[in-house]
T-cell receptor, first 111, second 116 residues
């Protein structure tokens, strides 16, 4: 079974903190994605990566950065967390044209 | 830019009846893929069905079928014989190239409630 693991299920951080969300997949997938999910807005793509050290901006990259130093790991970084970044964050991975496999999600609250 | 539109925020269906969830998409790519996912209240994302842009036949997976109309750019999900366990959020998604990478874009979702 493909497994996508996000490091935390719940996180509470203070405004201005630097926040790291980690995602690891075990199926050697080249593509990895970070989304945020908000009610009524669906899943919005923040960043995606198609290879080690390669990244592309999604629809809402502002306030976020990413890192992919190893193929299996894709990190989302909030340089200075703000309350409007309170959300559910979902990581996913896929092969080229295949279905995406999702992690369990991280519910981030910024206070 | 790729875009997925789901115009039904919420839908109700009687148990054992069929229901259609609408999805339209916009892309300039010739090669793309269309997906449907189910998200129950537990939050996990469950893959349901896939349709490639060059597939001539509509995809089917058990009680799920995808009504693919390429000229109209629509990819509606049909669930036959609805069950109470089908109550969930349903997302339509499209995979297509953005520069050199394959991007996966989701719609805003449809909340389906199956009534006993």
């Amino acid at each position: 079974d493909v497994k996508v693991t996000q490091s935390s299920r719940y996180l509470v951080k203070r405004t201005g903190e630097k926040v790291f969300l980690e995602c690891v997949q075990d199926m050697d997938h080249e593509n990895m994605f970070w989304y945020r999910q908000d009610p009524g807005l669906g899943l919005r793509l923040i960043y995606f990566s198609y290879d080690v050290k390669m990244k592309e901006k999604g629809d809402i990259p502002e306030g976020y950065s990413v890192s992919r130093e190893k193929k299996e790991r894709f990190s989302l970084i909030l340089e200075s967390a703000s309350t409007n970044q309170t959300s559910m964050y979902l990581c996913a991975s896929s092969i080229s044209q295949g279905e995406a496999f999702f992690g369990q999600g991280t519910r981030l609250t910024v206070v | 830019a790729q875009k997925i539109t789901q115009t039904q925020p919420g839908m109700f269906v009687q148990e054992k009846e069929a229901v259609t969830l609408d999805c339209t998409y916009d892309t300039s790519d010739q090669s793309y893929g269309l997906f449907w996912y189910k998200q129950p209240s537990s939050g996990e994302m469950i893959f349901l069905i896939y349709q490639g842009s060059y597939d001539e036949q509509n995809a089917t997976e058990g009680r799920y079928s995808l009504n693919f109309q390429k000229a109209r750019k629509s990819a509606n999900l049909v669930i036959s014989a609805s069950q109470l366990g089908d109550s969930a959020m349903y997302f339509c998604a499209m995979s297509s190239y953005s520069g050199s990478a394959r991007q996966l874009t989701f719609g805003s979702g449809t909340q389906l409630t199956v009534l006993p």
